[in-house]
């Protein structure tokens, strides 16, 4: 009997610690605390042009969207996917965000970002657009590697890490 309450013990707690996770119109989320959620990883199933609300409700419950995947690649590898705009409500980015996303051809960051992480945009061979927030201070490791389209970058005045 101690073994089986033991196990179950253990069980429970394990199953408490994964992360809760839900899809609404599309996107998945990653609940981080009681009012706010990051876009998750969807495994590549990103497809079109995806604009993240600022806030979603699931459960009667609101939650204020303030990362991209914390855990890092929230749209890796999604082929199909050509478009992203972010809310201003995003605060961080996760590495490799959107590595692989060989149709994305622009991406809209929000203002309240400090860094765009390491591999963020990597092999993104069709970005041509992509705006750099003002408030911007490091550019990560292979950041915009294999972006073969993306002809200009301007980096803003704040910017003082590049690569690093």
């Given at each position: 009997m101690k073994k089986f309450t033991f196990l179950l013990f253990l069980v429970c707690g394990v199953m408490a610690c994964k992360a809760q996770t839900f899809v609404e119109n599309g996107i998945t989320y990653s609940v981080l605390t009681d009012s706010t959620v990051a876009v998750a990883s969807n495994k590549g199933a990103y497809a079109g042009a995806v604009t993240v609300p600022a806030t979603v409700t699931h459960n009667d419950s609101a939650f204020h969207v303030v990362a991209v995947a914390v855990a890092a690649r929230a749209f890796q590898a999604s082929k199909s996917l050509t478009a992203v705009i972010l809310p201003e409500s995003i605060t961080s980015v996760g590495n490799y965000a959107f590595n692989q996303c060989r149709a994305l051809t622009t991406v809209h960051l929000p203002e309240g970002?400090?860094?765009?992480?390491?591999?963020?945009?990597?092999?993104?061979?069709?970005?041509?657009?992509?705006?750099?927030?003002?408030?911007?201070?490091r550019v990560g490791?292979?950041?915009?590697?294999?972006?073969?389209?993306?002809?200009?970058?301007?980096?803003?005045?704040?910017?003082?890490?590049?690569?690093?």
């Open positions: 970002l400090t860094e765009v992480p390491n591999y963020t945009f990597y092999f993104c061979t069709s970005l041509t657009s992509v705006n750099i927030p003002a408030g911007i201070t490791r292979s950041a915009f590697s294999y972006c073969t389209a993306l002809s200009n970058l301007t980096l803003p005045a704040t910017c003082t890490e590049l690569g690093g």
